[in-house]
């Protein structure tokens, strides 16, 4: 549909190969954006007694959260998805989590598959 309307057709990084928001297993540490730190802070003060409202606060980061669009590109199947090689003496350290390495959308296995999200964007 969004093909089809007037105005210019933009795509969000990696939804060319069908890359998804960060998984809803990531622990609350791993989101680095100030607002929803915030937010979550000051949730667990305001509720610290309410189970019920700090689950719904946790929703509403899984939701809402800007670090969904900030996960590193889907390169590769390896750690890291092709950034900073989990080997590295050097103490390089990727800036966010990724999703995990079984995750099926990498930008390498899905140019080549005429039914990838890719190939429906070109």
Known sequence: M???LGGTLFVYQGEEIGMRNAPTT???EEFKNIETINYW???QKLYANDRGQLDHARAVVDM???DH???P???TATDNAGFCDPACSLGCARWTTSRP???RHRRRQTTPNDLSVWQFWQ
């Open 69 to 71: 669009a900030r996960t």
């Open 41 to 43: 802070k000051k949730n």
């Open 101 to 103: 390495s079984t995750w």
């Open 26 to 28: 990531w622990r609350i």
């Open 73 to 75: 590109m889907q390169w």
């Open 64 to 66: 809402k959260a800007r």
């Open 2 to 4: 969004q093909t089809t």
